[in-house]
């Protein structure tokens, strides 16, 4: 990112804690991109006690992909991830 003179920023984090997770507890973190048709997109995560797949809590973050000169965010951020993905379904484009 930093080579392309760009960087990722979160503009607004939500967490929904549904149950207690304990010290020791094995976890399974999903963790989803949404697009949409702007300069932002969300990344969703949900975590889930890896044993009874009981959920813990919910992420859901704003986020965006700043230009370092411009001091801007980039008019569409999947065209920085499809430069850099050797998967882009990852990233879900």
Known sequence: LLDKGVGPVTM????RYRRELRAGDE???SCVFVWGEGKSFRIEQTIR???DGTVAAEITAVCGILDLTERKLVADPRDIFRA???DETVFGL
């Open 49 to 51: 006690r890896a044993d």
């Open 12 to 15: 607004e984090t939500t967490i």
């Open 84 to 86: 850099l993905a050797s």
């Open 27 to 29: 976890v399974d973190v």
